[in-house]
């Protein structure tokens, strides 16, 4: 999984984490696998933002955060264990839960992930994610003013790569709105390059060609941002 350094976790912060009231389409998707009581491991938890979401939405679920990035831990102010999705630091069938959010592109080898995500999901568990996949981008607004950075899409899995190759069955699919930012002034203002998977790939030229288009849009027009990101849930062979 991708580590990142204290000036990358800080942007990171800056440029990726949404308001609550943004990722309230989120609460009622992922409602159904959050009963009272469940165990939760947050695999790649970054800054922190959805060990927060679900301690506000979700209070009688325990969440587990799991981050490979020092930095990221400590830029969380949060409470989190080292680790990554191939070495997870938890005992066999300690979770009911495995919630990803944006990490699975990240993950270089998912049969290996799957195997520690398996070891740690309790019988009946499920590894709930929620990402962009290569072949289902159209939701995402970045691509209007970085049309370049659709080429970051061939380091991305499809759905049946990370399905298959985690070993599980895709049980759930479906695209979930969010209100990314309160319009696109307010998105071009927390705009880092550096924070970005697929900003990152652009060059110089590339990034502030598209950051004018993304500035001389806001001028023109108002109103929420709103992206789209897939809710995948995967469950085990044989699972009901």
Known sequence: MTRYDVEEATAYRVAREISLEGLSSWR????????????????????????????????????????????????SGLGMLAGDAGAIPLPDASVDVVWMSTVVHHVRDLPAAGVEVRRVLRPGGVVVLRSLFRERHHGIGVFRFFPEAVRAL??????????DGMGFVVDRLEAVAQVTALSLADKASTLRQEADTLLRSLSAAEFEAGRERLLAAAEVESGPVVDHLDLLVLRTVGAV
């Open 28 to 75: 009622a998707a992922v409602a159904p696998y959050f009963a009272p009581g469940r165990v939760v491991l947050d695999l790649g938890a970054g800054t922190g933002l959805f060990v927060r979401a679900f301690g506000a939405w979700f209070p009688e679920v325990s969440v587990v955060a799991v981050e490979p990035s020092a930095d990221m831990r400590r830029a």
């Open 154 to 163: 061939s380091g991305f899995p499809t759905v049946g790569e990370v399905a």
